[in-house]
């Protein structure tokens, strides 16, 4: 009856009417009739109970409850309408209202009572929870239900639930950006509302699921809401489950445990199993493409929310390991986890490297491709590897992170640096290479400090691991590429490859330029001895580098030129000093270095057939022309007009300073300072260059023969030799720069070779010159002429008309003591000094004390020419008051010769020896040689003499020939008039005096003033009584005689072989030796003021600057000393013209104040000079300026404590006056 009344639409009656039978049934049960259990199953069963809903439901099916009973508060009830529980209620089964309010009171309290006992629940939480909340979601009748309706659930749980395990194994749906979804089945992350970060905005990549705000809008409890979705499974970051995976093998070998699976145990026809922790966001996020700025933001949150949460927090470290299970479930290996394997392998970390100018190059490398920035690992990687900002880490040491370098690390980096990619087999090739100074420094000291030499120098000999910078940038970065040992060098210390660098930079040239590493490693600390000592870096290019530039330059300037040529022998003498076997690995050039034979040759070879060697014709040749070394100005000078003669353009090295030397003028720079002045090369060097590549002195090439006719001995020569040799021996015993002389020459038995040393002198004295030239069948033969010659060591030979040439017989017995040009200079030096003092006691006193020539020590061995045998004929000795020191007597008039020709006479003719008058005691008395003249008056004079001359030879008896040497060289010179060839004739000195053709018997000084026009100042002449007496020819003659001899021959005169009778040279003298009328011309100047500082100078033209440089700075010193004095004629203010080199003016000081006068200072190392050089433009200016144009003349230049200023004041006037007179050399 009941389902039949609920059956189609529910009015009131139909309600009333099933409240009476339920009342029925009520009374039924409650008087026993039936059985109640029955009755109570059967209503259950019968869908009779209408709802509030309008629908009709059996009481077992579904929970359903009385409605709320009317005595809740208002409050509640309008929370129950409008709250969010208002949905809940909304939902929940309820008894219609109707039908418990249809009836009485009574029976609706029976209708209420049965319903209860049917399952009816009254409207409270834990039934609610328990009968409907629960069993909606377990039963899955959610997902028909509004979200409205499931949003309460959750809302009615958190209010009413006592425990979270009444639901901790349901899965409960949560509301959602993507609706409703159990967060134990799905991934639900909490969203920004829940105190998450906003993980679409800070992780975009991956499709967040995140937890509608809805929740926590009820109430606002955060923390409450995360607790309860905590336990439901909502997480914050990245959610990680454990999932059981089976794979086939196929799948195995795509899987991420491809490789370590082959060390799985597989049985056949099974597949692994396997429990693993994947990571779904993970993957997304470390994998997705996103625009740049945006992924390098979403890589830099993933890196940091791991790293956060990785021993605490979400504890990802705990998901790392898997475990792969039997067939029984059982686990039997633990690997990787494919969470670790993606986040190890996958390229998602946020790495940088730094570029120049600040700039960062971002890529996204696995974690085991980046280094944590730490200011170590920084250091010595620089800019060539990636970095990641984190500190260290158990999340970075879990990952592989790099934290920190070892050795072989950097090693194993640096040969990536250095090496270029190329295919397998072929050598290999630097690369190229940008970096920061700082970082390679750092790398080469690191390895040098902390790897094993054997392993460092393995490294560097395989690999082009040596650095060369190419171009420098700015802020420490430089440019440049990697090369091998053996293609680089320490420096070039002949700079000529940058001097030369535009000839060597084309890509067609012979010559590159070599790969220095001291100008970027000098200014680095350590580098120098990293790379030459511990890697034996070559010091400077090798020869094929340097040959090959020697050829480059030679060919781009086919005539060489004074620069060229400093260049090329700057090669020569560094190609030399490779071909040494240093003694040190620091010293590469010792005096001492032996050669490497097989160094030698290699340069020999590759030499050869190049064009580098300069010729004196201004070509170049090579080694098949045979060029000679000119080491011999005489010889060259025999040799030079022959064609076919090859002699190489030798030219002296330049002197410079060196380098941190301030460059000054003497007198301006310390005591000492010429021994900071280099040479551009070292002579003695390019000498073994050349001597490697076989080429000869010319004097070794050449074949010398003394000639000699007429030979028989000569006293004079031999007594002059007895004279100087103890001096000789003197000045070698205590002259310090020649100390290590003395004992070899006592060593080779210097004495018993002077003893045995013969004398002779010859009618003629030449020497056969033969020289074997290249293509040539015939030899080239000269023969010349010579004075004196020292023959053998044994035999010293002079020419019979030369008899008083001491200077040239000094110079070949220096031969005898010296074999080094610079020793031979210093003896030489010193005995012409000793010869120019000889015939004055007090004046070679005094050169011997300037000298420093003390007497030997008594247990020295003397050397000693023996004395030659005096002559039997005694002549008595007889006064003279010729000029000539020395006299001999006269002889009886020469009878004719046998042909009738007249022979050479003197005039006035001369007295017997018998007869000649004497002043000294023992003597015939004057008034007998009164009396003999007045008897036999003189003949008259030629016809063409000078009557002056007659006056000037009136005050005395005639002159007469000085010795037998004298009346040797009057005959010589007779004889020398007919001969081809040089003539000479003698200077005042007594010493041979050369001709215009003859420059062998001049210095080269005096030698290039010929030519110029020459001031001669005259000196007062000596007084007739001041000469020294004469003497006797049986006595010593005075080594520096002035005695000019008439022309005469005696009978026993050795007149050599086949002579022809010529007239007598002119024997007169230059005007300015002969005697003027003094006038102060020349002004000795004191000298008051600072003197530059002692130097050593000579009259080779090398020094001819420096002579002219020291007299002005003594001027430019004299001159500023007048100007500070108090003098009223003082000048005001004095300008140096030549301060900063040569100015070319024809004056070298302007004085100003009061007036204008012009000084021209002429310098000159000797003692005495009467000539003075002057230029057209100064001879000019002097005439235009007349009496304010002054000469300062200097003499003795370098000595500083005898040097003499004298000046010329009005230089014009005195020429005009004729005191002093203008000569031209020609």
Not at 56 to 63: H, K, R, T, Y
Not at 702 to 719: G, H, S
Not at 1171 to 1177: G, P, R, V
């Amino acid at each position: 009856m009941a389902k039949l009344l609920m059956e189609g639409t529910h009015s009131d009656g139909d309600l009333h009417q099933l409240a009476k039978l339920l009342v029925c049934n009520y009374r039924a049960l409650e008087h026993g009739y039936g059985e109640a259990d029955s009755i109570l199953k059967t209503l259950r069963d019968l869908p009779i109970i209408p709802l509030a809903d309008g629908r009709v439901v059996a009481l077992s099916g579904e929970g359903v409850f009385f409605p709320m009973e009317e005595t809740k508060t208002k409050k509640k009830k309008g929370q129950a309408q409008t709250g969010p529980l208002s949905a809940l209620y909304k939902d929940v089964n309820v008894v219609h209202p109707s039908l418990l309010s249809c009836v009485e009171p009574l029976e609706s309290q029976q209708v209420r009572e049965l319903l209860r006992r049917l399952g009816v629940h009254d409207l409270e939480p834990q039934q609610l929870l328990e009968q409907h909340i629960y069993p909606t979601i377990q039963s899955n009748k959610w997902k028909s239900k509004p979200e409205a309706v499931v949003v309460s659930y959750l809302v009615f749980i958190k209010l009413h639930s006592t425990s979270s395990q009444e639901y901790s194994d349901t899965a409960v749906p949560v509301l959602t950006t993507k609706g409703l979804l159990c967060p134990a089945n799905e991934r639900v992350h909490f969203s920004e509302e829940y105190g998450n970060i906003n993980l679409p905005k800070n992780l975009p990549g991956c499709d967040w699921v995140l937890l509608s705000p809805c929740y926590v809008q009820t109430d606002g409890d955060v923390a409450g809401w995360r607790e309860l979705f905590s336990t439901l499974g909502v997480r914050d970051g990245l959610i990680i489950r454990k999932e059981r995976q089976t794979l086939t093998a196929k799948e195995l070998a795509s899987s991420p445990w491809s490789v370590e699976s082959a060390m799985w145990h597989q049985k056949p026809g099974e597949g692994f199993v396997l429990d693993d922790y994947p990571c779904e966001e993970f993957q997304a996020l470390a994998t997705a493409q996103l625009p740049e700025h945006l992924l390098l933001q979403q890589r830099m949150a993933l890196m940091k929310l791991l790293a956060t949460n990785w021993d605490t927090g979400h504890r990802y470290s705990q998901y790392v390991k898997a475990q792969v299970l039997d067939s029984d479930g059982h686990p039997v290996k633990s690997t990787k986890s494919s969470f670790y394997h993606f986040l190890c392998n996958l390229e998602w970390v946020p790495a940088y490297r730094p570029l120049e100018g600040d700039q960062k190059d971002r890529k996204y490398l696995s974690p085991n491709s980046v280094y944590l920035a730490s200011p170590e690992i920084i250091r010595l990687l620089g800019t060539h590897v990636f970095y990641v900002e984190m500190d260290p880490s158990e999340f970075s040491r879990t990952l592989g992170m790099r934290q920190s370098i070892s050795v072989d690390d950097l090693i194993n980096y640096l040969k990536k640096w250095c090496v270029k990619h190329q295919e397998d087999g072929q050598d290999l090739e630097g690369a190229d290479f940008t970096s920061t100074v700082e970082h390679i420094h750092n790398v080469y000291t690191y390895l040098h400090e902390n790897c094993n030499q054997n392993n460092l120098k393995e490294l560097f000999q395989h690999n082009p691991a040596v650095f060369m910078e190419h171009k420098k940038r700015n802020d420490g970065w430089c440019s440049g590429r990697f090369y091998h040992l053996k293609d680089v060098c320490w420096s070039d210390p002949t700079g000529m490859f940058q001097r030369y660098r535009p000839l060597t930079q084309g890509p067609d040239s012979p010559v590159q330029q070599p790969n220095v590493l001291g100008p970027f490693y000098n200014p680095l600390e350590g580098m120098k001895p990293f790379f030459t000592r511990l890697l034996n870096v070559d010091l400077s290019p090798n020869m094929k580098q340097y040959v090959g530039l020697l050829e480059v330059i030679c060919s781009s300037s086919p005539i060489p030129t004074a620069e060229v040529l400093q260049d090329v022998s700057v090669l020569y003498a560094r190609l030399a000093q490779r071909c040494k076997i240093p003694m040190s690995s620091d010293l590469e050039n010792t005096p001492q270095s032996p050669l490497n034979p097989r160094y030698c040759s290699t340069l020999k070879g590759m030499v050869s057939d190049k064009r580098v060697f300069p010729t004196k014709d201004n070509i170049w040749v090579s080694l098949a022309r045979k060029p000679m070394i000119a080491d011999n100005r005489e010889v060259e000078k025999i040799f030079k007009p022959h064609k076919q003669v090859c002699l190489l353009n030798l030219p002296p090295a330049e002197k410079k300073m060196a380098p941190g030397t301030k460059a000054g003028k003497f007198g301006q720079t310390v005591p000492g300072e010429r021994a900071n002045t280099t040479f551009s090369f070292n002579e003695m060097d390019r000498f073994l260059f050349l001597e490697i590549c076989g080429i000869r002195l010319l004097s070794q090439c050449v074949m010398t023969e003394p000639q000699t006719e007429n030979l028989r001995p000569c006293p004079p020569m031999q007594r002059m030799v007895h004279f100087v040799i103890p001096y000789i021996q003197r000045f070698l015993y205590h002259h310090d720069e020649l100390a290590e002389l003395y004992p070899d020459l006592i060593a080779n038995n210097i004495g018993q070779k002077i003893k045995r040393l013969s004398f002779g002198q010859v009618g003629k004295l030449y020497i056969l010159y033969q020289l074997d030239v290249v293509d040539s069948e015939e030899p080239v033969v000269e023969l010349v002429d010579v004075i004196c010659l020292l023959k053998d060591e044994k035999e010293l030979y002079i020419q019979k008309d030369h008899l008083s040439a001491k200077l040239d017989i000094c110079r070949e017995l220096v031969k005898l003591f010296c074999t080094e040009s610079s020793h031979r200079k210093e003896l030489m030096h010193f005995l012409s000094g000793l010869i120019t003092s000889l015939d004055d006691e007090s004046s070679l006193k005094r050169y011997l004390a300037k000298e420093d020539i003390r007497e030997l020590p008594s247990e020295e061995e003397l050397w000693e020419v023996p004395e030659p045998p005096k002559p039997e004929i005694i002549l008595e000795r007889a006064p003279s008051r010729s000029y000539s020191s020395m006299s001999s007597t006269e002889e009886p008039p020469r009878p004719p010769q046998e042909d009738g020709e007249s022979t050479l006479a003197c005039w006035p003719p001369r007295a017997s020896l018998q007869s000649t008058g004497g002043s000294r005691t023992g003597q015939t008395d004057n008034g007998v040689v009164d009396a003999v003249m007045k008897m036999w008056p003189p003949p008259p004079g030629p016809k063409d003499r000078d009557p002056e001359l007659d006056r000037g030879s009136s005050h005395g008896p005639p002159k007469s020939p000085s010795s037998y040497e004298d009346n040797q060289s009057q005959r010589s010179m007779s004889r020398l008039s007919e001969q081809p060839g040089p003539q000479r004739v003698l200077s005042p000195s007594g010493h041979p005096h050369p001709a215009a053709g003859t420059p062998n018997t001049l210095p080269p000084s005096e030698r290039s003033q010929q030519r110029e026009a020459s001031l001669a100042a005259p000196r007062p002449a000596p007084s007739l009584q001041s000469a020294p007496p004469a003497e006797t020819a049986n006595q010593q003659p005075a080594p520096n005689s002035l005695a000019v001899p008439d022309a005469v021959v005696l009978p026993s005169m050795f007149q050599g072989a086949a002579e022809s009778q010529r007239p007598p040279l002119n024997l007169d003298f230059p005007l300015w030796n002969k005697l003027q009328h003094p006038h102060a011309t020349l002004e000795d100047m004191e000298l008051t003021c600072q003197r530059p500082t002692t130097v050593v100078l000579s009259e080779d033209p090398v020094d001819a600057s420096a002579i002219g440089e020291w007299g002005e700075q003594l001027v430019n010193s004299f001159l500023c000393h007048w100007r500070d004095s108090a003098d009223p004629g003082r000048p005001a203010h004095i300008l140096w013209c030549n301060d900063s080199g040569e100015s070319g003016t024809p004056y070298d000081f302007k004085l100003t104040g009061p007036g204008v006068v012009y000084v021209e200072v002429k310098s000159t190392i000797k003692k005495e000079k009467s000539f003075i050089n002057l230029s057209a433009n100064e001879l000019d200016f002097a005439l235009k300026e007349k009496e304010r144009y002054h000469i300062f003349r200097v003499y003795s230049v370098g000595d500083a404590h005898n040097v003499r200023l004298c000046r010329i004041q009005n230089l014009a006037q005195h020429l005009h006056t004729k005191d002093l007179s203008l000569y031209l050399f020609v």
